[in-house]
Structure formats: C-alpha cells, structure tokens
C-alpha cells in the first residue's frame, strides 16, 4: 500500500530536519526519513559551527538567522572565540572569531525535534531504495510526495536515481576525538600534515576533535597514518575516544538543484563552503529555503525551481566565491614552501582587513564574503 504525504525528506541531517520544519510549519503534510536508526549517529563531523554574530556579518542580506543559529546551552560543548591559522613551518596567525563547538548527536537530534514540534513526521532505520516520478520506494513500502527533498549526503542515492548530478571533488576527512582539556583556541594546520587540504583541532568540553582533510589523490601513505602523525604532534594525551571518517564535497553546488518533483539540499547539492568544508549553516539555510518552497507548492502552486532561484540569489555569491578563493589557493598548496610564503604575505594583510572590517570601516567585496584568501579558511 502506498503511502501519500505532500513532502517527503529523504535524511534527517541538519539540511533535511530544516527542511521538514518549514514544510510542516507551512501547511504541508510532511515527512522525514532517516536510515539510521540513531538521529546524528554516527558523528562525521568536526562539529564546529561560527557564532550567530559572525554567520550575521558574513551574510548581512540573509533573514531571521537567529531563528536557525540559536543554539541551545544544551548541545554546546565549547565556546571558541580564536583561531590560530598554522603553517607548515609552525607560524602562527590569531584571528579573532567567535565560534563554538557542539555535540553533533545532541544538535541533530535539536533539529529533528523543532521538525517533529512543526508537525513533521519521521521514520528511522527507513532506507531509500528508488524513485519513479512522485514515488520513492523504501524498506518499508513506497511513499508518493508532491515534493521530494534529498538531503541524503554528498554521494546521494536520490540524485543518482533521478538521474541529476551528484556533487564532485570529494576530499576524504578523517578524525579522532580525544579526551582532555585543550583550551578554547581552534587550531587549523596547513601543508603536508594534510596535503591539498588542512588538520584541525577543535576543543570541546572535556575532549577534542584532531582530524585532517586532503585533496584526493595526495596521501598515498594513507589517511591513518597522516592522522596518527598529526595526533602524536598535536595531542596531549593519546586517549582516543571515537574514530569517524567520511567525504565532503568541494567542488561548489551542482549544476541543477531541482528536476520534476526533486530538490536536493546540503551536501547533496555541494552546498559547502569550498574555502573550508564547513556544511552546516549553508545546509540549514538551504534546507530552510526547500521547506519553504515545498510548502508554496503544495499550498498554491509555487513551481519548485523558485528553490533554486531563491538559494542562489540568497548565498550562490558567496559559494562562488569560496570557489575562486579555492582555487587560487590550490596553486600555494602545491608546496609547503609555496604555501609557507603565501600565508607569511597574506597572513598579515588578512589579519589587517579583519580587524578593519570588525570596526566597520571596510565594506565586504560581494554580500558578506570575506575579502582575501585566508579569511575564507574560516
């Protein structure tokens, strides 16, 4: 028997559990479907997000962030108001930037709960298996949706089967989280400690998140072994708690992000920041953009496309951006030379433009980007 909702998410990620709350607080009958059986688990994610502030400076046209981005006390495990940018000769460069870091189990799970608050329903341990027009097939019987929203990750099963692109250059991440007090200073490492990409170490409450990220192709002597190298240089303590490891797409948004009934959202749809991996508030943003529309159309109509017109004109300038400012970058990390004097050149034109800008004396070049290279990094 199938089953009919307005809205059907496919992945109750940050993308998909925004998009549901939208749908559903717009009137439309909607539903999440999860594959896991645990929201949020497992965690693959440095689970870093920029505070409400900064994400409000970088986008200044973007409208009621404050109902996305305000956290709960709850799910913060760490206020992070610095970040040391670190060379492959050990340089450093402090930029003053208010961050924090959560518990990505505890804010998925947020999440889910403000959809199922809206009046979404959602349905774990529920796996996408095909889609024919209006009707997906799961592990647990087919579902028929006015409206179809992937949020199902960078390598989506949703996109494939609807014959849409998927997301390109996907750098594969892996990390550790280790117990003990590391401060409140993220750390992001460039140069052959992460060849093409970067390390970081992101404090938490009592633990931190060591991991790396590289260019495909450019750790031949493995992603374990960079880390385990990384981690005997950076860690105070070799207790590891967890080990988790995935992709994220750097290759920009896909060409088309809605095709019949379909919108992709978050990393399916490459919505991350080029310049650094971060997903999440691009995610949300988006997702929130896709509930909306879906509940337009089901409502009175809307064409589903203004999803598309609507999240590029919202943050396609900054995305484009983050591409550019990547692949500028791309040439410096050839070489830790190249790269050690890159960052010595703009390291303090940047920390400069920043504290500029922070007294609001400089405008930003387009909508809130930042201005140079290395501001982009965070």
């Known amino acids: 028997m199938t089953r009919r909702v307005d809205v059907l998410v496919v992945g109750a990620g940050p993308a998909g559990s925004t998009a549901a709350r939208y749908a559903a607080q717009g009137g439309a009958k909607t539903l999440i479907i999860e594959k896991k059986r645990d929201v949020g688990v497992p965690v693959v994610c440095g689970e870093y997000l920029p505070h409400l502030q900064e994400l409000q400076a970088m986008l200044p046209q973007e409208p009621r962030l404050e109902e996305l981005f305000t956290i709960p006390d709850a799910t913060i495990a760490r206020r992070l108001p610095r970040i040391d940018l670190v060379s492959p000769m050990g340089e450093r460069y402090r930029l003053d930037f208010q961050g924090l870091s959560v518990e990505r189990i505890l804010f998925d799970r947020h999440l889910a709960i403000q959809a199922l608050d809206a009046g979404a329903e959602l349905m774990v341990d529920t796996e996408f298996k095909d889609i024919r027009g209006h009707t997906v097939t799961t592990t647990r019987g087919d579902i028929e949706a006015r409206a179809i929203i992937a949020c199902d990750g960078p390598i989506s099963h949703?996109?494939?089967?609807?014959?849409?692109?998927?997301?390109?250059?996907?750098?594969?991440?892996?990390?550790?989280?280790?117990?003990?007090?590391?401060?409140?200073?993220?750390?992001?490492?460039?140069?052959?400690?992460?060849?093409?990409?970067?390390?970081?170490?992101?404090?938490?409450?009592?633990?931190?998140?060591?991991?790396?990220?590289?260019?495909?192709?450019?750790?031949?002597?493995?992603?374990?072994?960079?880390?385990?190298?990384?981690?005997?240089?950076?860690?105070?303590?070799?207790?590891?708690?967890?080990?988790?490891?995935?992709?994220?797409?750097?290759?920009?948004?896909?060409?088309?992000?809605?095709?019949?009934?379909?919108?992709?959202?978050?990393?399916?749809?490459?919505?991350?920041?080029?310049?650094?991996?971060?997903?999440?508030?691009?995610?949300?943003?988006?997702?929130?953009?896709?509930?909306?529309?879906?509940?337009?159309?089901?409502?009175?109509?809307?064409?589903?496309?203004?999803?598309?017109?609507?999240?590029?004109?919202?943050?396609?300038?900054?995305?484009?951006?983050?591409?550019?400012?990547?692949?500028?970058?791309?040439?410096?990390?050839?070489?830790?030379?190249?790269?050690?004097?890159?960052?010595?050149?703009?390291?303090?034109?940047?920390?400069?433009?920043?504290?500029?800008?922070?007294?609001?004396?400089?405008?930003?070049?387009?909508?809130?980007?930042?201005?140079?290279?290395?501001?982009?990094?965070?």
């Open 158 to 378: 949703v996109a494939l089967r609807a014959g849409m692109e998927r997301p390109t250059d996907l750098y594969p991440c892996v990390a550790y989280e280790v117990a003990g007090d590391y401060g409140d200073t993220v750390e992001l490492w460039f140069g052959s400690v992460a060849p093409g990409g970067y390390a970081w170490v992101i404090p938490k409450r009592e633990s931190c998140n060591i991991g790396l990220g590289v260019a495909p192709g450019t750790a031949p002597e493995g992603l374990r072994q960079l880390l385990s190298d990384f981690i005997a240089k950076t860690a105070r303590q070799n207790l590891g708690v967890f080990f988790t490891s995935g992709v994220v797409p750097m290759g920009g948004p896909v060409p088309r992000t809605v095709q019949g009934p379909v919108m992709l959202a978050g990393d399916a749809a490459g919505h991350v920041m080029a310049t650094n991996g971060g997903g999440i508030p691009t995610a949300m943003m988006c997702g929130r953009i896709a509930g909306q529309v879906a509940a337009q159309h089901t409502r009175d109509g809307t064409p589903l496309t203004e999803y598309e017109r609507r999240w590029r004109e919202s943050l396609g300038p900054l995305l484009q951006y983050c591409i550019q400012t990547k692949k500028l970058a791309d040439f410096a990390f050839k070489s830790d030379i190249a790269l050690e004097l890159a960052m010595r050149v703009m390291g303090i034109s940047e920390i400069i433009a920043h504290k500029i800008r922070r007294d609001g004396l400089m405008g930003r070049a387009i909508k809130g980007a930042p201005l140079t290279g290395i501001q982009g990094f965070v």
